[in-house]
């Protein structure tokens, strides 16, 4: 998928109001934990390129995301 519209289309489909977002290193490189209450729904990772989004990866497999090994701090 390509473009800022059509991005935003597909967040909008998966946004989930009673999700918090944290900031995280996503394989060394900006990102973020979508959680509901304490359990990661979602992990995000950017690549950024010249200042800009170029890539947005995602995984929301509850499979996938036990596999993952998750640091999750408490908010401050």
Request: glycine content about 10%; hydrophobic content about 50%.
């Amino acid at each position: 998928m390509r473009g800022p519209a059509a991005i935003a289309r597909q967040a909008l489909m998966f946004a989930n109001p009673a999700a918090g977002v944290r900031p995280a290193l996503v394989n060394g490189a900006a990102g973020v934990i979508a959680t509901i209450g304490q359990t990661p729904v979602s992990v995000i990772g950017f690549t950024v390129t010249h200042g800009k989004i170029a890539e947005i990866n995602a995984i929301s497999n509850p499979a996938r995301l036990q596999r993952l090994n998750l640091d999750m701090p408490q908010p401050r």
